[in-house]
């Protein structure tokens, strides 16, 4: 593996460094020929995904990232307005473009809708309303939306990281709780889930999200490494048994893996325990994600590289 590049670049560039599509070479090309106009690749592609719901709901929200796919998604529609893919694309691309202010919620609720009617054992627009109420929404349809997507899929990677960040909100202001139901809830999803289920990293979720929170509120330092958040008994229970899962199952072939391996390089350099993130960190390779380095209000590029370096250097 190259060295780590130089330290200090600006936001901006940072911001360059971190690429959505993570690992999947086939979701980067579809990606690039729908920003000119060909989705035919794009319907190909979602095609061949079939209901892998995990795998598809990760490249529909990778692609429905960019302000243009909704207007190429129309022009698909026009060309094939009974297609599904077609339909939830267009749905999770407005949800976008209304996160992002850019389009009021409403069209996108409708679009969701339309693409749940049209598929309904897909839990992939139930997965864009679920992120629309995150943001804009009240709690309880939240939950109900969180339910309507275990309905289709109870395993649903993104869908169980939207609702440990939102349950990691709920009583900011209550400081450091070893109990706090966030805890609860990512232990309850991960017992339930087979054994080689990449829900098992998800306790650790759960305490990085609950940082973020108590360093955003000022309860806790804003330094993740200095802040005990990781020193406590039941955290280093808590990264020990994700730590041993990953050595066990390894779950690489999970389109959202790369994800769970950024939290757990995160806990481990927090914890001090550089053998075993310079291990993950060979792993993730370029493959960065802007969460959990950026908790609570770090340059998550800087924050990764410094990190990286760090635990290669000391291992």
């Known amino acids: 593996m190259s060295p780590p590049p130089p330290l200090g670049r600006?936001?901006?560039?940072?911001?360059?460094?971190?690429?959505?599509?993570?690992?999947?070479?086939?979701?980067?090309?579809?990606?690039?020929?729908?920003?000119?106009?060909?989705?035919?690749?794009?319907?190909?592609?979602?095609?061949?995904?079939?209901?892998?719901?995990?795998?598809?709901?990760?490249?529909?929200?990778?692609?429905?990232?960019?302000?243009?796919?909704?207007?190429w998604t129309r022009d698909w529609l026009l060309a094939e307005p009974e297609s599904a893919d077609a339909r939830v694309l267009l749905g999770m691309a407005l949800v976008q473009r209304a996160l992002r202010g850019e389009e009021k919620p409403g069209p996108a609720r409708e679009a969701c809708r339309a693409a749940a009617a049209l598929a309904p054992a897909d839990p992939t627009p139930w997965l864009g309303l679920l992120l629309l109420e995150r943001a804009v929404g009240e709690e309880a349809d939240v939950v109900?939306?969180?339910?309507?997507?275990?309905?289709?899929?109870?395993d649903h990677h993104h869908a169980h990281h939207v609702?440990?960040?939102?349950?990691?909100?709920?009583?900011?202001?209550?400081?450091?709780?070893?109990?706090?139901?966030?805890?609860?809830?990512?232990?309850?999803?991960?017992?339930?889930a087979p054994a080689d289920s990449p829900l098992a990293i998800l306790p650790v979720v759960a305490h990085a999200e609950r940082y973020r929170v108590l360093a955003g509120a000022g309860l806790t330092p804003a330094d993740p490494a200095?802040?005990?958040?990781?020193?406590?008994?039941?955290?280093?229970?808590?990264?020990?048994?994700?730590?041993?899962?990953?050595?066990?199952?390894?779950?690489?072939?999970?389109?959202?893996?790369?994800?769970?391996?950024?939290?757990?390089?995160?806990?481990?350099?927090?914890?001090?325990?550089?053998?075993?993130?310079?291990?993950?960190?060979?792993?993730?390779?370029?493959?960065?994600t802007p969460a959990p380095w950026s908790y609570p209000d770090h340059d998550p590029c800087a924050a990764f590289r410094t990190a990286r370096a760090t635990a290669l250097g000391t291992a």
């Open 10 to 71: 600006g936001r901006k560039r940072a911001a360059q460094a971190f690429d959505a599509a993570l690992d999947d070479a086939e979701l980067g090309a579809a990606r690039s020929a729908l920003a000119q106009g060909r989705w035919q690749a794009v319907r190909t592609l979602l095609a061949r995904t079939g209901d892998e719901w995990d795998r598809r709901g990760h490249r529909v929200a990778v692609l429905a990232e960019p302000s243009h796919t909704a207007a």
């Open 163 to 192: 609702m440990v960040a939102a349950l990691a909100e709920r009583h900011a202001d209550a400081g450091p709780d070893p109990l706090h139901e966030v805890y609860d809830f990512a232990n309850w999803a991960a017992e339930q």
């Open 226 to 288: 200095a802040s005990g958040h990781w020193a406590g008994r039941r955290a280093r229970q808590v990264m020990k048994t994700a730590f041993d899962w990953w050595l066990e199952w390894g779950q690489e072939g999970h389109p959202r893996h790369m994800i769970d391996l950024n939290y757990l390089a995160h806990a481990k350099h927090c914890q001090g325990r550089a053998a075993e993130a310079a291990a993950l960190f060979l792993r993730i390779g370029d493959h960065a």
């Open 144 to 154: 109900r939306l969180f339910d309507e997507v275990r309905l289709r899929h109870p």
